[in-house]
């Protein structure tokens, strides 16, 4: 099976069909590989134009496929269709669709369209759309309350088809024989609704696709406001309406999804007890499994969101007759609890961060870091053989002062905070000759 696209539409060519058809408004024939198929049944599915189908019956075993220009019995004369569907599949089209064969003369396929036929129907396709500008003239002058939206000729162009809208019922016996008169043909009066007329007008959606009615759906289903409500889809009438001016047929499509969903979720007519207050029903978010909760049954006031499963054990509690000190709860996120095997599970990995650098600083005079030479050590006792920080190391007798030493000592102060500063030496020669005593 082959996929291609032409013009941003999908066409599918099956190995059990020779022409391409298009897939817009067609069944899938999943069962076109399948041997002897196609010889399943002599029924086939044909369509006119837009929407309508029919199914005839193939008596004369004309070899038929998919795409081929068929006329098809009617009344009265014929008419020119596409056969869109073949084989067993057909019978399981019928099924679905109710068509009955048991007791009803089944309308018949007469032969493959001859070129001359297809001149015909062209013929009578070009004269639609002035028929029915001309028809809804008529119409207007005859006072009647009906919008005639299509028309479609027969093959032959021998019939008619009006395709009208009308709210209420319309007597429209005398804008037949008017419309007889105008066109010469047999006139035939077909009622459609609001999203059929647009599935047959056509158009692009919202959601920027061609629209479901035009594209693929051949049924509609009334849809509700309640479909929206339960997917909390807003109100709005302009976003909630199609092109059709009705409700969106896609509303419908998983409003079923919605439906098993709120089974999970607490009622909204439920109210919740706190020892604080009582809480009412505000909103749900239905993917999440969250429900929010406001103080006022109007407006939001002190709004808390909490899990459906604890809303649930909430509603237990208030039955029992006791009420929570709040909602929360342990609803609250905990922080997370480190792996012991976790290598970096006892340390932060930004335990460096922010952390400044202490300097080192140099060592002074005595050999201890930093600090100022003149600063008095802690141990100060004479008697154990120290004496202050000023005095100068003592060779031999403690009492004596090394004179030797005394010139290169001579006026050394103390230039940076760094290095040791020397005491100046003593003018008076008998001052060093006894120790000096701490006061």
Known sequence: MDFKLNNGECRINCKGCSKVQNNKLNTYDWLCDIPDSANATDYVEVQFKNTRKGYYLNSTKIPLEKGD???????PGHDIGTVTLTGKLVLLQMKKNNVRTEGVEVKRVY????????????????????????????????????????????GDGNKAIFYYIADERVDFRQLIKVLAEAFRVRIEMKQIGARQEAGRIGGIGPCGRELCCSSWMTSFVSVTTGAARYQDISMNPQKLAGQCAKLKCCINYIVDAYVEAHKRLPSREIQLETKDATYYHFKTDIFKGLVTYSTDK?????????????????ISINKKGSKPVSLEGDTKPQPVKRDAQ????????????????????KPNGNGQPGGN????PRNENPKEGQGKAQAPRQNGNPGKRNEANAPKNAGNGNRSGNRPNRPRPNTNPQANDTPQKKA
């Open 69 to 75: 220009l068929v006329a098809v019995e009617a009344s």
């Open 298 to 314: 109007v407006m939001a006031a002190n709004l808390v969101t909490i899990p459906a499963k604890r809303a649930f054990e909430i």
């Open 111 to 154: 032969r493959k369209a001859k070129p001359t036929d297809i001149e015909k129907y062209e013929e009578a396709k070009a004269k639609e759309h002035a028929t029915m500008i001309r028809s809804r003239q008529i119409a207007n002058d005859l006072h009647l309350d009906m919008k005639i939206g299509d028309v479609e000729y027969q």
């Open 373 to 376: 030479a003149n600063a008095s």
């Open 342 to 361: 976790d290598i970096l599970g006892q340390d932060s990995v930004t335990r460096f961060d922010g952390v400044k650098k202490k300097k080192r600083k």
